[in-house]
């Protein structure tokens, strides 16, 4: 297995598009679509470069210069750290409406299937519980 190279220093200022279903902002420059970890859709926000390909790139909010109005303080103190926990910063409705959408995504492009009816999401209390 060949080494990852870390990638030279850039820092970027990105305009958050959408959120990837790993909870990772998106943004595009230069014709690169760029995955922001810790960022939210409509955030404006100074991001560290970690990963680098031809297609993409992967970087770290190094600053939220305008926050999204759904961002959240995280109540888990290791949060961004371990990987179970990626939406904290997102509210607990936005979250659900997030991966609704991306489910029906699924279906509609990958699977090619558009079901009749759509059931409501189950839901519990906010904290305390795994989604």
Known sequence: MGR?????AKTYELEIES??????GIAHLEEKVIFVSGA????????DRTFSRAKFEEADVKEVLKPADNRITPKCEVFGICGGCSFQHLSSEDQIEAKGNWLKDAFSGQAKVEPKHWLEP???ESWGYRR
């Open 4 to 8: 990852r190279r870390k990638p030279k």
């Open 19 to 24: 959120l990837s279903h790993e909870g990772r």
């Open 40 to 47: 939210l859709p409509g955030e404006t926000v100074i991001a």
């Open 122 to 124: 189950l839901q519990v």
